[in-house]
């Protein structure tokens, strides 16, 4: 025979914990819809309840027909259906654990990155404060080099001599 449910086996509080807000309403639906189901369940008694058949003999006056239905009302069983989720469900459940896993240490991974970056800005001295000087040692791609590398003013690449058109190259039809 199968389990007969006592209590509600969802654990509301921790649910409710990761529901955001702007669905807690659907939440306590879903509950209030759970609790009345639950309370439907535990209405009803667990067993069927029992026939007195010797009364139905007495009242009933054709032969076997009585002894022909307790015979039936005996050998009836519901069948509760047989659990074949769960299994399928923990496997699930295993590798969703796995991708959790690999998701925090690849997201703590870029977080300590970020603090890095964040510690290196912090640690240069104000834009407002920065000589040309440190401004080449902060930023050595982007602070002009007047020596190694000399740029005509505004100093920048579309402004050069020797500056060519990428998109130029790209519409020029080919001979």
């Known amino acids: 025979m ?10 509301w509080a921790a649910l ?29 008694p667990a067993e069927a309840p029992k026939i007195n058949w010797n009364q139905y003999k007495a009242a009933i006056t054709i032969p076997g027909m009585v002894e022909n239905f307790q015979k039936q009302y005996e050998a009836l069983k519901i069948p509760y259906p047989a659990d074949t989720l769960t299994s ?9 654990q796995k991708e959790i896993e ?14 890095k970056k964040i510690a290196e800005t ?9 000589t040309m000087e440190d401004f080449r040692d902060a930023y050595p791609d982007m602070a002009l080099d007047p020596i190694n590398k000399p740029t005509f003013w505004p100093h920048g690449p579309e402004d ?6 990428p998109e130029a190259n790209k519409q020029a039809p080919a001979h």
């Open 16 to 44: 409710a914990e990761r529901v955001p807000p702007n669905q807690k309403s659907n939440l306590s639906a879903f509950k209030m819809k759970s609790d009345a189901y639950l309370r439907r369940v535990l209405a009803n």
């Open 2 to 11: 199968a389990k007969r449910i006592s209590q509600s086996s969802v654990n």
């Open 88 to 96: 399928q469900i923990d496997a699930q459940w295993v590798q969703i």
């Open 122 to 130: 912090k640690a240069l001295l104000p834009f407002d404060q920065m």
């Open 102 to 115: 690999a998701y925090v240490k690849e997201s703590n991974a870029n977080i300590e990155g970020y603090e």
């Open 160 to 165: 050069q001599i020797d500056y060519v058109d």
